[in-house]
């Protein structure tokens, strides 16, 4: 792969990444993309791997010529060491988004002891401290987390981002079987280790000892054995001690790694090799995206609101628009209850039907009145029997005066002077039981005038509460109404979201898969066979399928559709209970005067 055919692969995965970045359910298989357009474009990467006890740390700091890393304490996360004007630190969290630190909280990500450090351990992908030195214009160095229990912890995630790997011995010179197991998972994974003996003093003897013993266990698996002491390079950069430095072969590991740094062919087969990877797990991401969440409860959702083939307005609004009818319909018949009442009478009939006027209070005057009808029949009833009785008597007395004109003729008026004083004596009866309902009712009446005004306003105030609960009834269904446009609308945002997944199968159908075909790449035949082949499968893969029944749907249409009004009170104003005094006492006639019986006692005895 030519210099210009990685410009170039570099320049299509933008348009891709630019493509998917547009969906945020694929978040992962586009930061990995992200990653591999990165690196493409980054100096070389070299990882260094080893314990904290092998002067890892100590090497880097000889690297790049100053004490940035402690000696012995391992960094919570993985470090990439690299150039820049503006020295800072660069976190990347586990999101994916970036923060950024002054060189003076370094310790942070580094010091065991402190209790952020395990915090940001679990919170932080990595971290890219940038530095001025000449060094890292060419590399980027990358420093893995602490090995725990002698365990060397490296991931395949990792390595994938790595050009070469630098492997830190120390004084001990044994490379134990755990080691060994590490070096040959590099080794399948395509990398050749340069393994680095880092003692406390350089020993041209030692150091050929060691690697006549190293070459026969693993040689076929090392690139290059190179031995320096950064113990040396340090004291030597403290002290200003040329020989010491010389000495500590330090220079020699600098210039081995420029000369590995603008090596090509290796970065190259590097970046072909990540980018089949990828396309594997694009390939096995689309695949499944229709089963997967959250595609399938979107899918799932739209489905039960389209409710059989129904449009959404059907099967939603309508429903909904009906209960809000109903409830219209209830608050307009409580808002004009009591217009229509001027009696005491129709308040009574309208309480039994409506029994949200009905409190503890109004119960009591309910019964009042009730009583004071019954009382006011009662008296009605007396009166009238009076009255018919009194006709009678007027009757009866017009015929005794008569007869008595006509005395000579008609001597004896006994029985009818009799029956004329049971007459008046049944009248005066009446009468006093008239004149007793009366006062009763007067009582009462007295009563009903008294918490007239008062009962009258508790009514309208239950009226009004009653209209409240309908206008919160409605209220509360247009909420539940709108939550469910909000649903609508976020599935059809998240479906929407989607909708470039079809722009990226275009792409690469014809754009990317001519970019392939047509420049000289670094892969093998194969290789270029399985891409290719993925790309058609990707193309081919039929995301949508039916669910291009949503296409006419937006969130303009859905809030023009969902549309609805709780205008109740403005439509129907309260019309409150407005009874005076006068609309609630009964008409009944005065109290009979009593029958003056004493003429006819007279009248009586002297027969």
């Known amino acids: 792969m030519k210099e210009e055919n990685i410009t170039g692969m570099v320049e299509k995965l933008k348009v891709l990444s630019s493509i998917l970045e ?212 340090m004291e030597a950069k403290k002290s200003h001690q040329i020989q010491l430095f010389i000495d500590s072969r330090i220079h020699r590991l600098v210039d081995k790694i420029n000369h590995i740094a603008n090596k090509k062919d290796k970065r190259e087969r590097n970046i072909a090799l990540r980018f089949k990877q990828w396309m594997v797990l694009l390939e096995r991401e689309v695949h499944g995206i229709k089963e997967r969440e959250p595609f399938m409860s979107m899918r799932d959702r739209l489905e039960k609101y389209l409710n059989g083939g129904h449009s959404i307005e059907q099967s939603i609004v309508e429903k909904n628009l009906k209960i809000l009818s109903d409830y219209e319909k209830e608050y307009a018949h409580v808002s004009q209850v009591l217009q229509e009442v001027q009696t005491l009478y129709q308040l009574l009939k309208v309480i039994e039907y409506e029994k949200f006027l009905m409190n503890d209070s109004v119960e009591l005057f309910v019964a009042l009145a009730l009583k004071y009808h019954e009382k006011v029949r009662e008296y009605r009833s007396l009166h009238s029997e009076y009255m018919m009785e009194y006709q009678y008597y007027e009757k009866l007395e017009k015929k005794f005066v008569r007869n008595k004109m006509l005395k000579p003729l008609f001597q004896d008026q006994s029985n009818e002077a009799e029956m004329l004083l049971k007459k008046a004596e049944k009248l005066n009866r009446l009468q006093r039981k008239c004149k007793e309902t009366y006062n009763a009712i007067k009582r009462i009446e007295f009563d009903l005038l008294n918490d007239l005004y008062t009962v009258q306003t508790m009514i309208n105030e239950l009226a009004e509460q009653q209209l409240e609960k309908i206008v919160n009834k409605a209220r509360h269904l247009k909420d539940i109404h709108n939550k469910e446009r909000m649903n609508i609308e976020k599935y059809i945002n998240k479906l929407k979201e989607f909708e470039c997944l079809k722009e990226m199968q275009e792409y690469l159908g014809q754009d990317l898969k001519a970019f392939i075909e047509r420049e000289q790449l670094a892969f093998t035949n194969d290789e270029m066979v399985h891409i290719l082949s993925a790309i058609d499968q990707i193309s081919a893969s039929d995301l949508f399928g039916d669910m291009d029944v949503f296409n006419h749907l937006t969130a303009d249409s859905m809030a023009q559709h969902f549309t609805m009004a709780v205008d109740f009170k403005e439509k129907y104003p309260f019309s409150p209970l407005v009874l005076t005094e006068t609309d609630i006492i009964s008409d009944i006639p005065p109290i009979p005067a009593p029958v003056e019986i004493q003429q006819i006692l007279e009248e009586q005895k002297t027969q």
């Open 22 to 233: 547009k969906n945020s359910y694929i978040k992962d298989t586009s930061f990995k993309l992200d990653q591999l357009i990165e690196d493409a474009q980054s100096p070389y990467r070299i990882l260094f791997i080893g314990s904290e006890i092998e002067g890892k740390n100590t090497l880097i700091n000889a690297l790049v010529e100053r004490n940035l890393l402690p000696e012995k304490n391992e960094p919570h996360v993985n470090i990439f060491i690299r150039y820049g004007q503006k020295e800072c630190i660069r976190a990347i969290l586990v999101d994916g988004t970036a923060a950024y630190f002054g060189m003076e909280h370094l310790y942070l990500f580094t010091d065991k002891n402190t209790y952020i450090g395990q915090f940001l351990k679990t919170y932080i992908k990595y971290i890219e401290i940038y530095l001025r030195c000449d060094l890292l214009k060419n590399v980027i160095l990358m420093n893995t987390i602490s090995m725990e229990k002698g365990e060397i912890n490296i991931s395949d995630a990792l390595l994938q981002r790595t050009d070469e790997v630098f492997w830190v011995l120390g004084n001990h010179c044994n490379v134990a079987d755990r080691e060994i197991s590490v070096i040959k998972k590099i080794y399948r994974q395509g990398y050749r280790t340069y393994l680095i003996i880092n003692t406390d003093q350089y020993n041209e003897q030692k150091m050929a000892r060691f690697l006549h013993y190293l070459q026969k266990g693993c040689g076929h698996m090392i690139e290059e054995f190179v031995g320096v002491s950064a113990k040396q390079a």
